[in-house]
């Protein structure tokens, strides 16, 4: 029994340490696993910040679709056609279509970022009542694989 404490010990003498280093790699391994589900997570929120400003914009392009067949006459006539800057919100229409633009504009400014000169929105109607309605922002939130000039555009019959 003697010989066999003799072996025991000689055995837990070898093993310290060992238990502290172990730990430490564990430790390595986990902060490197965080580090990746870190970058995963800035990733995922910056795309999804992108997916948010194209759903808007296509938001927005419908919004100003409704606005003119509420007022046909004066949208087949042109009424609507122009370029919207959303840093400025002018707009040369009058009347009801001139109201509908600047309520348009002021929406793309809240949804798209209208401090920046990027962010406009262009309306182009024929006689026939087929509009084409252009969007375009500035996506530099988008992340890798982002473009930085998106643009959105929507064809509808009136």
Do not use: P
């Amino acid at each position: 029994m003697a010989r066999r404490s003799l072996w025991t010990a000689r055995r837990r003498a070898s093993q310290q340490g060992v238990g502290l280093i172990e730990v430490m790699i564990a430790l390595l391994v986990l902060s490197i696993g965080f580090l990746g589900v870190g970058a995963l997570l800035a990733m995922s929120l910056s795309t999804n910040n992108s997916a948010m400003s194209r759903s808007l914009a296509t938001v927005d392009s419908y919004s100003i679709l409704d606005a003119m067949r509420a007022d046909l006459t004066q949208a087949k006539a042109g009424a609507y056609n122009g370029t919207i800057k959303a840093d400025t919100c002018s707009t040369t229409a009058s009347g009801f279509a001139g109201d509908q633009l600047k309520t348009w504009c002021a929406q793309l400014r809240k949804d798209l970022g209208g401090a920046l000169a990027t962010t406009s929105g262009t309306v182009n109607c024929n006689n026939q009542g087929v509009c084409t309605i252009t969007i375009q922002f500035d996506d530099s939130r988008a992340g890798v694989g982002g473009d930085a000039n998106q643009t959105l555009k929507t064809k509808a019959i009136l």
